[in-house]
């Protein structure tokens, strides 16, 4: 026996109030939304710009980017020839590299430690976070285990907001250095991304969870600006 087909019927609210409370949430979803990356673009208002608008800070934060056959992305490497201009224009003396080192094939601090000493910075001056596995987890080390108050923080113009957010959250007085990026792939996932991390980031902020892993302090961050002087 065929059962008799059962049409439904999605449509908008019959009655103008129906409508009216439709249009209203709608809007409270999108307002929701774009709450966390409102916070971000406000957290960062004035705090991002380019290497000459950078303030002296004494120290850079470079964030991971990926490796490719062990050796930095090219978002990586513009990256940390940001850092590198910063370190030759003195408004640096010291290099945070601070990336994912979770496996022992896979260790983004020191190929980035290479990039740098490679491009002329001293090697005592580059310090590595082996354990900054996203960015919260970056600023909060950054504080926490290695004394950054104050730094210039480096990553492309996607990410650098959100970064500049989450560091002055973490308690690091924080500049931004957009670096310039091609508008490929990457940069377009990146971008899309961004609007998903916002919200993870805000959450972050409000919550403060500790790192992924915290572990005793470091003094690298330290004798890296006593040898800088």
């Known amino acids: 026996m065929r059962l008799p087909r059962t049409r439904v019927r999605i449509g908008l609210p019959r009655t103008r109030t129906g409508r009216r409370r439709a249009v209203q949430a709608v809007a409270a979803v999108c307002t929701l939304a774009l709450a966390p990356a409102a916070w971000m673009f406000t957290a960062a208002e004035g705090k991002v710009g380019t290497v000459a608008q950078a303030p002296a800070s004494g120290v850079a934060v470079v964030f991971g980017a990926g490796l490719w056959d062990g050796e930095p992305s090219p978002y990586l490497a513009h990256r940390l020839d940001a850092a590198v201009e910063l370190y030759r224009a003195g408004k640096v003396k010291a290099v945070l590299v601070t ?14 430690r290479t990039y740098l000493v490679e491009h002329g910075v001293p090697d005592r001056q580059v310090v590595s976070d082996f354990a900054g596995f996203d960015t919260w987890d970056s600023c909060v080390r950054a504080r926490k285990i290695f004394g950054v108050e104050r730094a210039v923080l480096v990553s492309q113009d996607f990410h650098i907001r959100r970064a500049v957010a989450l560091c002055e959250a973490a308690g690091v007085d924080s500049y931004g250095v957009a670096v310039d990026a091609v508008r490929d792939t990457t940069w377009y996932y990146g971008s899309t991304r961004e609007v998903f991390a916002a919200g993870k980031a805000a959450l972050d902020a409000a919550f403060k969870p500790d790192p992924r892993f915290l572990g005793p302090k470091e003094s690298g ?4 600006l006593a040898d800088g002087r």
């Open 99 to 112: 990336g994912d080192n979770g496996r022992a094939e896979y260790d983004e601090p020191d190929a980035m």
């Open 221 to 224: 961050v330290a004798r890296a």
